[in-house]
């Protein structure tokens, strides 16, 4: 979305609802938003690096390429999940403007190439010239590459008349509503002529004067794509703060942390439109649009892994390839295997506190609750890294709740009685990749810390989470075992 290069500051939205554990008692609090995973990379170590290894909050030149595969499959989940019509449909729709988006890339001077622009348009429109964001009135984002008005007539020197472009959006709705589609049809091309943001060709156009001015204004081509969305005033603001006016945007985003770089990644944090990780989302994109063409059976396989579940967490351990326990005596198995790992019943070693009723159906099977009080050693690594960091930023000593960890098909039988987000499906619980983290919290502030270490490590694409009504959902990549323990 284009917008204003004037700098105005969003926070970020995080939906209400969440309990905070006060010194008084229960409170209302803020819930953790909803993200997604993406497809297993190999591990953030080099050859012959020691175990666990990995620590997200440590930034390196040397792994750029790694982290930049790892953020655009950590955030296409998204892209799966919310396309109209699917991607498979979206990639369709996009590839039809291909002539017209390689004859304004070939104009931007080397800015973008068409492969990019291409993806802008996916994100942007899906593909769709007369779309308006929020559906109705033109002064909002609109059209191929969703333009603001106000962007489009003072930065872009576009031709907008709002009034009859609102005018002529009403008419067509209306004659559509009482099955006029070709009068529905005529209204619409008199708005392409008073509003040329629903010109295909006037908005590649004046996306590509966007990025040649963000270009000129930041220096870096990723960082005038970052702008489309961000606005190029607020991502001056984020590269003040980090303190250098021009490094790749890779580098400005996994090397903010609420420890390191912190205004920078206040600011990063604070805008409400997903702005920090549109960069990872273009590149998803492009991913998409590549598969469309060149490899479909994968990407029609992948859209169904993505979309089988709220998250990404099937990428990360496919059905057909997964061992999953299917009885006590396959959990008992696994644990004596090595391939469970009992949780630390120590707070301060595990970071999570194990919520009483964990395994509580346990004895309805003959078992003790203690046997489904394991993972797998990924999960449990993510787990370890995840409670001291939280603990670390948030400076709130008490532990989050972890109220399911490994579960085997009976066990799921027997909670789908009882707990309305089971599954009778495929449930990453009896893989033991997968636990849940009560939503209740000491403090704001450890909520916060919570949601930047699910950000950080769905950005390494270690975890594919979900936010449930009472519970984050949390299924941990394999590699996550490489997490080195704080």
């Not at 619409?188 to 040329?196: G, I, M, N, T």
């Not at 998409?288 to 579940?309: C, F, V, Y």
């Not at 993510?382 to 001291?388: I, L």
């Not at 403090?443 to 930047?452: E, G, P, W």
Request: glycine share 8%.
């Amino acid at each position: 979305m284009a917008v204003d290069p004037l700098p105005v500051r969003r926070r970020r939205l995080l939906a209400l609802g969440v309990a905070v554990l006060a010194a008084a008692g229960l409170a209302a609090g803020l819930a953790i938003g909803l993200g997604g995973g993406g497809t297993a990379q190999r591990p953030l170590v080099g050859a012959g690096r020691p175990a666990r290894s990995i620590d997200p909050l440590s930034y390196s030149p040397g792994l750029d390429s790694d982290l930049i595969r790892r953020a655009t499959a950590g955030y296409s989940h998204v892209l799966y999940a919310k396309s109209p019509g699917g991607v498979t449909a979206t990639a369709r729709r996009v590839a039809a403007w291909r002539p017209q988006l390689e004859r304004a890339a070939a104009s931007s001077g080397g800015i973008v190439d068409a492969d990019t622009l291409e993806a802008i348009v996916f994100l942007e429109s899906g593909g769709r010239p007369d779309v308006i964001a929020g559906g109705r009135d033109p002064a909002n984002a609109a059209g191929l590459t969703q333009i603001v008005a106000q962007t489009g007539q003072s930065l872009l020197g576009m031709r907008i008349d709002l009034a009859r472009s609102r005018r002529l959006t009403a008419r067509a709705r209306r004659e559509l509503a009482r099955g006029h589609p070709h009068a529905a049809a005529v209204a619409l091309a008199a708005r392409r002529r008073a509003d040329q943001r629903f010109d295909p060709a006037a908005a590649l156009a004046a996306t590509i004067r966007y990025l040649k001015i963000a270009r000129g204004r930041l220096g870096r081509d990723d960082l005038a794509v970052v702008s489309y969305h961000m606005g190029i005033g607020n991502l001056q603001a984020v590269l003040a703060a980090y303190g250098e006016s021009r490094p790749s945007y890779v580098r400005v985003f996994f090397d903010s942390s609420p420890l390191r770089h912190a205004a920078a990644w206040r600011l990063l944090a604070s805008f409400g439109d997903d702005s920090s990780t549109y960069w990872w989302r273009v590149l998803a994109a492009k991913e998409i649009m590549r598969l469309s063409r060149h490899d479909p059976s994968r990407l029609a396989r992948l859209d169904e892994l993505q979309t089988n579940k709220a998250s990404a967490e099937e990428v990360l351990h496919p059905e057909e390839s997964t061992e999953v326990l299917r009885t006590p005596g396959d959990v008992a198995a696994a644990r004596r295997a090595g391939k469970l790992v009992a949780l630390p019943g120590n707070p301060a070693v595990l970071g999570f506190r194990i919520d009483r009723r964990m395994g509580e159906l346990a004895p309805k099977l003959g078992q003790r609750p203690a046997l489904y009080r394991a993972l797998a050693p990924a999960a449990l690594a993510a787990a370890e890294w995840m409670g001291p960091t939280i603990r670390r930023i948030s400076g709130v000593a008490g532990p989050l709740d972890m109220t399911s960890a490994v579960r085997d098909q009976r066990y799921q039988g027997l909670l789908l009685t009882t707990n309305v987000e089971a599954t009778s499906r495929y449930s990453m619980h009896t893989t033991g990749f997968a636990f849940d983290v009560l939503r209740r919290y000491r403090s704001h502030a450890q909520a916060m810390a919570f949601q930047f270490v699910l950000d950080r490590l769905q950005a390494l694409n270690l975890i594919a989470w979900v936010r449930e009504p009472a519970a984050i959902h949390i299924a941990a990549a394999s590699d996550a075992a490489g997490l080195r323990r704080p």
